[in-house]
RNA sequence: GGCGGCAUGGCCAAGUGGUAAGGCAGAGGAUUGCAAAUCCUUUACCCCCAGUUCGAAUCUGGGUGCCGCCUCCA
């Protein structure tokens, strides 16, 4: 068996076949910094972590490029407000964008490029696609003749003469004039007085927004990619131009998949920055009620990844809870290992997730597992098996908190429980310590057995606004109180 | 106007021909002084109409509604 793929190319599942066995070349179209990242983004960076973490734990040998994009006017016009400059503010944001996503959990690229430091693979590019008669100079800047290349629109399936120019509102007047055809796009842009510019055979300027990734990608990753990710907004026109760009000059394909992933939607409409109606990463997990960040990814990963994605506090409220189930499975190990007698009560230690596990893992809930990741990355069917993992472990350790007694044998739930850590873990969701109380609050066995004893007391007194209160004040400190049957109180932490 | 996508229980969401995974929420019961936790039970005319088929949420045709893109966008 292999991945199946949904390749927006063929609008339809592929086999994934890499150009080179077991090596795949990953590109991933990153943030233009001049703002903080959002909810939106949040679920693009999490979706292609996923996919790389799952492709890497399927054996593969994953080369993942991401870029930033720093050369832009919407940096530009931010740098004008702050008063900052063009890198000032591409480097802050950059910053922000590394200490959000490192919240999430989310991987680093084996490599990130900036357009700022490929300016020259660029000018290269340009002056072959000059060379090659699919661009046109004017007036200092260059464009792109998109009617000279066959191909233009095979990846959004639209043909030039379907479409409506300007329809989105945002044509330029001055590059309307100046192009031969609405749809021809700008290479390069001569630079206005003060903005930042470099040098080129077409006079000062900067790049235009597509070519920087086409550029990137040959630079990096050679001519011809296995899997090129973006938002579903970027297939047209950014994936589409890159394409004309990059194989106008190559005469080779530019990549063998292109996947995209769906938006997130608030009221259901896109969360965009235009609409205002965005919530940034940060803003979210920094709130007084903040959800873990694992619940983010809880959130994105309970949705197909090209689906569209509702972003409601109700949704968020269930991944958190649903993120709680799963952590308690994860802690099991940690919790009852010892008392269990197992060898490892912590989880293998996977780097990167290549790791051979310790122990043979369950057979039933990885083949679930594997068959629905295998199905275009089915992440919802994929979290329902780790729900069956840690569900499971959640009946026993609730028999084992209640009664002492389990009614699996051991092996077995290591088994599960290593299964689950170690499935989690391709997901991309990291076990977090449970006690959520400071140590200041700490409280020591000793103290527990007293105020329960007097909790005791004051029951039998039926003082039960007593009992209530000492019960209350224990759960403050972490400590679970269990009265079972003959008045007998048991506790945990 | 063009292209594409989606419509499944209270909410979210799997499921592409054999009679509906999972999460969240709710209800009833066991247990409890009340809880918590757990256990048991329970909540689906799969947008509408027509067709194909022994059989359709799943295929075909036609509707209706919603969303995305048509040079800011993850």
């Known amino acids: 068996m292999s991945v199946a793929i949904y390749n927006t190319l063929s609008r339809q599942k592929e086999a994934f076949q890499p150009l080179v066995p077991n090596q795949v070349k990953m590109y991933c179209c990153g943030v233009t910094v001049y703002d903080y990242c959002h909810l939106g983004h949040a679920r693009s960076y999490i979706v ?80 072959e696609l000059e060379q090659k008669g699919y ?48 749809f021809d796009f700008a290479l390069w842009k001569s630079a206005k007085p003060d903005e930042p510019a470099w040098d080129s055979p077409w006079g000062m300027g900067r790049p235009g927004w597509h070519i920087e990734c086409s550029a990137m990608v ?24 890159e394409i004309a760009q990059s194989e106008a000059a190559t005469g080779q394909p530019l990549a063998t998949y292109w996947m995209h992933n769906g938006m997130v939607n608030v009221d259901g409409t896109k969360m965009s920055k235009s609409l205002g109606n965005f919530t940034t990463i940060r803003g979210l997990l920094d709130a007084p009620d903040a959800p873990n960040p694992m619940a983010i990814r809880m959130f994105v990963m309970q949705a197909q990844y090209r689906m569209p994605l509702d972003f409601t506090e109700e949704a968020i409220i269930a991944a958190t809870k649903g993120w709680a189930t799963l952590n308690e499975g994860l802690n099991f190990g940690v919790q009852y290992g010892d008392q269990l007698g197992w060898q490892r009560s912590h989880p293998d230690n996977l780097p990167n997730n290549q790791s051979t596990p310790s122990i043979p893992l369950d057979k039933t809930a990885l083949s679930q597992f594997q068959a629905s990741m295998d199905d275009d990355f089915n992440t919802p069917r994929a979290v329902a098996v780790l729900f069956g ?51 200041a609050d700490q409280i020591g066995d000793p103290d527990v057995e007293t105020l329960i004893a007097q909790r005791t007391a004051a029951k039998q007194a039926k003082n039960y606004a007593e009992s209530d209160r000492i019960r209350a004040n224990l759960s403050a400190k972490g400590i679970t109180l269990i009265d079972k049957p003959g008045g007998v109180t048991i506790w945990h932490r």
């Open 48 to 127: 292609w972590d996923t996919v790389r973490r799952y492709l890497t734990w399927r054996g593969y040998d994953v080369r993942y490029v991401q870029n930033f994009t720093d050369i832009d006017d919407k940096i530009l016009n931010r740098a004008r407000q702050e008063n900052s400059s063009m890198k000032a503010v591409a480097e802050k944001y950059t910053g922000a964008y590394f200490e959000d996503m490192a919240r999430l959990n989310i991987l680093e690229a084996n490599e990130y490029t900036y357009a700022t430091h490929t300016i020259d693979g660029i000018k290269r590019l340009i002056h």
């Open 135 to 182: 661009a046109y100079p004017a007036e200092g800047d260059v464009y792109y003749s998109v009617r000279k290349f066959d191909g233009y629109g095979k990846l959004s399936g639209r043909k030039l003469d379907d479409m409506r120019a300007g329809e989105s509102g945002r044509t330029d007047a001055i590059q309307t004039q100046i192009k031969r055809d609405p």
């Open 218 to 241: 040959r630079d990096r990753l050679g001519e011809t990619i296995d899997i090129h990710v973006g938002g579903a907004d970027l297939q047209f026109p950014h994936h589409e131009n």
């Open 389 to 439: 993992l840690a569900k499971e472990l959640q009946r026993q350790r609730n028999l084992i908190v209640h009664t002492g007694q389990r009614d699996t044998n051991s092996a077995a739930l290591e088994r599960q429980w290593q299964t689950l850590v170690q499935l989690a873990q391709v997901l991309g969701l990291e076990a977090q310590a449970i006690s959520s109380v400071a140590s």
